[in-house]
RNA sequence: CGGGGUAUAGCGCAGUGGCUAGCGUACCUGCUUUGGGAGCAGGGGGUCGAAGGUUCAAAUCCUUCUACCCCGACCA
């Protein structure tokens, strides 16, 4: 591509409303426009990696057996209605009318659409197992875009959906999606991990994400130090390291403890460790009341909460419910003679602890040697805290270290939720009907080309991995005075056509300063100038990941470039 | 949804009631320059987010609306 005849502007100043690194260079490297809040066009370049991405996406998916279709972008309500994600969904879902004054949503995720076209078609154990898959426009109405195309309203998806006879065929179609998503992301040059997840809105009854690893990533990891255990901090089960200290039982006692509301302003006040003390926090979730008793130093963690008591909407309580529960003000509720409490949860933090600090349902009142089984009764223990550095690998005992990460990937089992729900059967070789066993994968086509910046760029801009780089190799005629320069530079863009590498020609009546500023921003991987050099008929190659240029002949330049794409392609796989 | 902020040229910004609305950058023309965002000269580009109001006079004051950005959405 000769740059005059594209439509690619770079930006010397950041826009104003750019936070992170790979937003701010998509911009500037004229990658992508903002059209509205968590809209986008991609402009030619951007457009490139979009096409880049997907390419490598096509390739594994299909070399991993899955079949590629196009579902439409509107869905009917009804099949939203049939599953219940129609009201449970929330506000994300995007919902439209058309003149008929029916309802539709804009696709977030397409399982029920799926799942309606496979009990259309599929009708004996045959046709099983089939794994389909689309890439597309995906609608999400988020609370609050942002990132640029990180996380945006609408963005481009990779999404399959694999159906199998029973738990083994769908076991096998997760495990090989799991090793197509390892060679992905591995082909596209991103380090990430795979971590076990919550499988949120979609459910399910497993599910691993893949994260690309950015200090900038919205999500956090645990990892084990020493074995291959990685979760979302979300699903996380860090056991506590420092164990709770056993003492004979005290009497419980209420002491005044005026003001103190936070569990660090009663532990300094009472002169007793934070871990002594049982926080009780109340939520509110379908209708109901729900107590959390957890230690004083940890959080609730309310998607594990969540799970378990199987709620679909999950707030912390208001003052008024605080109130009538406890009969105190927010800030002193403690775990015993709550009223209207569907369930008391005890976070196993506290588990076998004697002798807590709790609040004393009374205003400015906090209780002291308040002792399980005694003074309160648990309706159930479980893990509810959110993992924390240092706490140990549930599997193997090490440390486990938090990390930040960009999802870019999520695989999940979905078993039969969404077969049973919408009746999506065949008949088995006894013909007997039988429930498709369900597994569902996506991929973050438009977020990986930001992940990747994230990751890989420098002050001078973007340094594409070669993989998804919208071009591999940039040429620039810098001496305006000899055409010679230009001329070799035209011979050469033309050779490198010819043997199929692509090739950005910076054919703009620019200074040499700007060619290189902008060749730069935008990271095409490989950069030839046609300088001072082609007097001697030698061209300066240099790589955007490495600091010194070269001098080559010009004879053999081509083969030089494809063999050096071949070697970086090489080094992502 | 709550709070805060912003809206003036493609981008970044100035302009607190008074002449034709400005600066940097980008864009166009010419000359000079030419290996890391050149210099000089000339030029084009604005219903000052929208509507209404106050005033002799409004980008500027008031009201309403819209869009966008940030923070928060309760860790007792």
């Known amino acids: ?144 875009p942002r990132f640029g195309v990180m996380r945006a309203r609408e963005f481009i998806m990779k999404d399959a959906y694999s159906f199998d006879r029973d738990d083994k065929g769908a076991e096998d179609a997760y495990k090989k999606m799991f090793e197509t998503y390892q060679s992905i992301f591995k082909r596209c040059g991103l380090r990430f991990k795979a971590v076990e997840a919550d499988s949120g809105a979609i459910g399910g009854s497993f599910s691993s994400e893949f994260m690309v690893l950015a200090d900038t990533g919205e999500e956090a990891i645990a990892s084990c130090t020493k074995c291959s255990y990685a979760a979302n901090v979300e699903k996380a089960q860090g056991r506590i390291a420092s164990p709770n200290i056993q003492e004979a039982p005290q009497e419980k006692k209420l002491v005044a403890t005026p003001g103190k509301h936070t569990v660090e302003e009663v532990a300094e006040f009472l002169q007793v460790p934070i871990t002594r003390l049982a926080k009780t926090m109340l939520y509110f979730a379908d209708g109901k009341l729900y107590a959390v008793v957890i230690r004083g130093d940890r959080e609730v963690n309310e998607i594990k909460l969540k799970n378990a008591i199987a709620a679909t909407e999950l707030v912390l309580a208001n003052p008024e419910q605080i109130k009538q529960a406890t009969g105190a003000p927010v800030g002193f509720a403690g775990p015993f003679d709550l009223k209207g409490i569907e369930k008391v949860l005890l976070d196993d933090s506290l588990e076998g602890a004697v002798n807590l600090v709790s609040g004393g349902n009374q205003a400015d009142t906090h209780a002291t040697g308040v002792n399980l089984g005694r003074d309160f009764t648990p309706t159930e223990v479980c893990d509810l805290r959110v993992a924390q550095a240092g706490d140990l690998c549930p599997s193997c005992g090490e440390p486990l270290t938090i990390e930040r990460g960009i999802e870019v990937g999520h695989v999940f089992k979905l078993g039969l939720k969404y077969s049973q729900a919408m009746k999506a059967t065949f008949l088995d070789e006894a013909g007997k009907e039988q429930y498709c066993v369900m597994g569902c994968y996506g991929i973050g086509v438009s977020r990986i080309a930001a992940a990747a910046i994230e990751q890989n760029h420098d002050e001078f801009g973007i340094c594409w991995p070669l993989p998804l780089a919208p071009y591999q190799v940039v040429l620039l005629p810098v001496a305006p005075k000899d055409p010679k320069a230009r001329e070799m530079a035209e011979a050469v863009y033309a050779e490198l056509q010819a043997a199929g590498v692509e090739a950005l020609l910076d054919d703009r009546d620019e200074r040499a300063g700007i060619k290189f500023k902008d060749a730069d921003l935008i990271g095409i991987p490989l950069r030839l100038t046609f300088g001072k050099s082609v007097a001697e008929n030698k061209i300066e190659l240099k790589r955007r990941d490495q600091k010194e240029a070269e001098l080559v002949p010009r004879l053999g330049i081509v083969a030089r470039i494809k063999m050096l794409c071949a070697d970086m392609l090489s080094a992502g796989a």
């Open 1 to 144: 591509m000769r740059w005059s005849k594209t439509l690619l502007e770079t930006l010397k100043e950041t826009p104003a409303e750019a936070e992170i690194v790979s937003h701010q260079l998509m911009v500037r490297a004229g990658l992508i426009r903002k059209l509205a809040a968590g809209l986008y066009n991609y402009l030619p370049l951007g457009f490139r990696v979009i096409r880049k991405i997907e390419q490598i996406v096509r390739e594994e998916m299909d070399a991993a057996g899955a079949v590629e279709v196009q579902m439409p972008i509107l869905s009917p309500a009804e099949l939203w209605q049939e599953t219940g994600r129609w009201s449970k969904y929330g506000a994300e879902l995007f919902r439209v009318k058309d003149r008929h004054e029916r309802d539709f949503a804009l696709g977030p995720t397409h399982e029920e659409i799926i799942t309606d076209m496979v009990r259309k078609s599929v009708r004996s154990y045959r046709q099983l197992p089939i794994n389909l898959y689309q890439m597309h426009t995906k609608f999400r109405d988020e609370i609050r």
